[in-house]
């Protein structure tokens, strides 16, 4: 969330600032509303000021044994004045806090200018995409003829978009995580295991809440909801508390399934592993001070290509631009893989850097020895979305005969095995 007097004090920047994300933001409903807070504020307390005195005056009537009735009215009118003010006080507030949570995060001054994905900025590109001899297959395909999972009879089960993994692929699957979070944990990370169950104001912390509804998964009853990543309950253990500064940064990692309704996305990428209702993620967060967080974001990303790099699987990152930003971002990095099938790199981490807007929302603050306070900084990223590392696995590492070469990495973790078909 925004910090609205940030907003009044730089509005034009501001404006402009949001004029370079996609979609329409506006931020003078918000400065209205602001200045609607700040009269009313006023009011009331020129209200209690005269109901102040009042009160001296009448104790001074009674004491001298004068008149003191028509000031008591003027006290009792005043005070039904000020429950009249609280009660408009309130719905400004409460409108306010709604119409700063619709407004995205103001993008980082080293963010690409720019509308779509063709103007984000490649920063690196690492390994070589490999050459074959033969037409590789999709992971989709490797997939089903080796037995791994088995999206039809998920289908069967749950309906489209989810993969029901079996025998070698099930094993795989919790290989990816267990090496994710083992390589995490030796790296720094306190490992996690949240609940997946949130309730509105958790989904509301992270930004999830208004602007991302109808891509969640909502329980009925008592209106929680499913995570659509572990960022969501990670980030919230914090909420409401006030940190001391010799206690950040912090760094956390977790694996859960996720869920998302990916509303909008229809007809992209329906097909094999990469876009479904539900897989599942290790999650990287980071807490710190406002000063050390450009710094995390580029250890996060690093924490993240670790991964990519040990297991011999060829990526790249890039920039995003202004206008592919995420909605709570203040600067991403996106970790590309290489899928052969598709002739592209394919996104498999997001890294961001919220800045305070998600610590604004929850009220995760920091006091220094010396007194000083403020919100610190949130980050997270994907360390790495394990169904996706999967499919780039078995694209990359593909054989002519059908069968897949498994990555040294995740040999120890494969029971010895070095190949699967």
């Keep these: 969330m925004l910090d609205i007097k940030w907003i009044a004090e730089h509005e034009e920047e501001a404006r402009r600032a949001l004029e370079s994300r996609s979609g329409s933001y506006d931020i003078s409903r918000a400065l209205e509303l602001d200045r609607s807070r700040r009269d009313i504020i006023k009011d009331v307390e020129a209200l209690k000021a005269r109901r102040n005195k009042n009160s001296e005056e009448v104790a001074k009537l009674k004491r001298l044994g004068g008149d003191a009735s028509a000031l008591i009215l003027d006290t009792k009118e005043v005070g039904e004045a000020i429950k009249a003010l609280d009660e408009a006080l309130n719905a400004v507030e409460s409108e306010l806090k709604e119409t700063l949570l619709s407004l995205p995060n103001i993008p980082d001054k080293t963010v690409p200018i720019g509308k779509t994905d063709a103007d984000n900025r490649e920063v690196r590109r690492v390994g070589t995409p490999p050459s074959f001899a033969f037409t590789p297959a999709p992971h989709w395909e490797t997939g089903e003829k080796l037995g791994l999972f088995d999206t039809a009879l998920a289908a069967k089960l749950s309906g489209a978009r989810y993969a029901l993994y079996k ?24 490992e996690i295991m949240p609940p997946y169950v949130v309730t509105r104001e958790t989904m509301t912390g992270t930004g999830q809440l208004p602007k991302f509804e109808e891509d969640a998964f909502k329980l009925t009853g008592d209106g929680g909801f499913l995570i659509p990543t572990a960022e969501v309950p990670v980030t919230n253990m914090l909420r409401g508390e006030t940190l001391k500064s010799a206690d950040l940064p912090q760094s956390y990692c977790a694996y859960t399934a996720c869920f998302r309704a990916e509303a909008g996305s229809a007809g992209r990428d329906t097909r094999g592993l990469i876009r479904l209702h539900q897989f599942n993620k290790v999650e990287l967060v980071k807490f710190t001070l406002p000063e050390a967080s450009d710094a995390a974001l580029e250890t996060l990303t690093a924490d993240a290509e670790e991964i990519l790099k040990r297991l011999g699987l060829p990526y790249r990152v890039v920039s995003l631009c202004t ?42 603050k920091y006091k220094t020895p010396e007194g000083k306070s403020g919100l610190v900084h949130t980050l997270n990223g994907s360390g790495l979305a394990v169904g996706r590392t999967f499919a780039a696995i078995l694209e990359n590492c593909q054989n002519a005969d059908g069968a897949v070469t498994l990555p040294e990495a995740l040999v120890p973790y494969m029971g010895g095995r070095t190949g699967l078909g």
């Design 167 to 190: 025998g070698d692929g099930a094993r795989l699957e919790r290989a990816l995580y267990t090496f994710m979070l083992d390589t995490h944990t030796k790296r720094g990370y306190t």
């Design 323 to 364: 206008g592919d930003l995420g909605f709570g971002s203040a600067k991403t990095y996106d970790i590309e893989v290489w899928m052969p099938s598709y002739g592209r790199y394919v996104e498999i981490s997001s890294c961001s850097n919220y800045k305070d807007f998600q610590a604004r929302r929850m009220s995760v």
